[in-house]
């Protein structure tokens, strides 16, 4: 099993950028794909932006190409998100998760999660 925690939310005005951060312990990262995902209330929750071991492939939702950006650094056990550009329809609590299986947007392929960090975009 692989444990992870988001960190890095906060409150932020349109137009401008924060990084989150999802850290992981109990395993290496070789062997899981991280998703992250984002919830609004009264909102479905959405996948927002994947990478895989693989390959190092990344994949992304539509309406954050060009403005998010998935990485990791394995040194630190650590997948970051970077967000800029950010809109107040981005505002929700973002969650990573972790899934054995790569390219993955449904939260059901995803077994293991955080406790999610909140990210309020101000108009």
């Known amino acids: 099993q692989v444990q992870l925690v988001e960190s890095g939310g906060g409150l932020v005005q349109a137009g401008g950028s924060l990084r989150l951060s999802c850290a992981a312990s109990?395993?290496?990262?070789?062997?899981?794909?991280i998703g992250w995902f984002r919830q609004a209330p009264g909102k479905e929750r959405e996948f927002v932006a994947g990478?895989?071991?693989?390959?190092?492939?990344?994949y992304y939702e539509d309406s954050v190409k060009g403005r998010f950006t998935i990485s990791r650094d394995n040194a630190k056990n650590t997948v970051y998100l970077q967000m800029n550009s950010l809109k107040p329809e981005d505002t929700a609590v973002y969650s990573c998760?972790?899934?054995?299986?790569?390219?993955?947007?449904?939260?059901?392929?995803?077994?293991?999660w955080g406790q999610g960090t909140q990210v309020t975009v101000s108009s």
């Open positions: 990478i895989a071991w693989t390959g190092g492939s990344t």
């Open positions: 998760a972790a899934s054995y299986v790569p390219n993955m947007v449904a939260a059901a392929a995803y077994a293991f």
């Open positions: 109990g395993r290496t990262f070789s062997s899981y794909s």
